[in-house]
């Protein structure tokens, strides 16, 4: 199995502050077709998940833009330019170039 | 507007059966693979189960394998998760979600989950 790894697991935040998640995979997230398909989630309490990311660095409809995608390979980043109130969650990345996997999740807070 | 709504969870002894439903809306759902994914109380998610959009490719994942049937109903928009030998470990909330479509796997809509309870 692909094993992603996040860090931190834990992330307080002042509001109006930016934000930075790391997800490592185990092995390259190249896919044959040339795409790498990586995502990121936030599921804030009690819903669902939600996609804000997908294939590194495409943003999905409706997610603001203070929310971006980078990496490549094996090492991928979700960053937040300036964290407000209606973030509070936690993120997962995901995999779905080798079966599917997810990260351990990070947990979003405000200071 | 895509939607996606479970059904069928509920509290079920060890060893007993439950089928789950995900009923779609708001796109041609003969045209999407779709999967389920469940979360455990205070977990990540973890995928369970895909199928292809005729219906005739099936994968699930090792923990389940044997013991679950993923199937669908394009007629109907629907796909079914029918979950035999239950175990207090398969407690968790199941989402039916739907594959973006790309030659990788996307989840690009979840639905809102039904929590499954296994315990005597």
């Known amino acids: 199995d692909v094993v992603m790894t996040q860090s931190p697991l834990s992330l307080p935040v002042t509001l109006g502050q930016p934000a930075s998640i790391s997800c490592r995979s185990s092995?390259?997230?190249?896919?044959?077709?040339?795409?790498?398909?990586l995502a990121w989630f936030q599921q804030r309490p009690g819903q669902s998940p939600r996609r804000l990311i997908y294939?590194?660095?495409n943003r999905d409809s409706g997610v603001p833009d203070r929310f971006s995608g980078s990496g490549s390979g094996t090492d991928f980043t979700l960053k937040i330019s300036r964290v407000e109130a209606e973030d509070v969650g936690v993120y997962y990345c995901?995999?779905?170039?080798?079966?599917?996997?997810f990260g351990q999740g990070t947990r979003l807070e405000i200071k | 507007e895509v939607q996606l709504v479970e059904s069928g969870g509920g509290l079920v002894q060890p060893g007993g059966s439950l089928r789950l439903s995900c009923a779609a809306s708001?796109?041609?759902?003969?045209?999407?693979?779709m999967n389920w994914v469940r979360q455990a109380p205070g977990k990540r998610p973890e995928w369970v189960s895909y199928?292809?959009?005729?219906?005739?490719?099936?994968y699930y994942a090792d923990s389940v394998k044997g013991r679950f049937t993923i199937s669908r109903d394009n007629a109907e928009n629907s796909i079914y998760l029918q979950m035999n030998s239950l175990r207090a470990e398969d407690t968790a909330v199941y989402y039916c979600?739907?594959?973006?479509?790309?030659?990788?796997?996307?989840?690009?809509?979840w639905g809102q989950g039904t929590l499954v309870t296994v315990s005597s």
């Open positions: 979600a739907r594959d973006q479509g790309a030659a990788g796997t996307d989840f690009d809509y």
């Open positions: 708001g796109f041609i759902f003969s045209a999407y693979e």
């Open positions: 199928v292809s959009t005729s219906g005739d490719t099936r």
């Open positions: 092995q390259s997230l190249v896919y044959s077709d040339g795409n790498t398909y």
């Open positions: 294939k590194v660095s």
């Open positions: 995901m995999q779905g170039t080798v079966w599917i996997t």
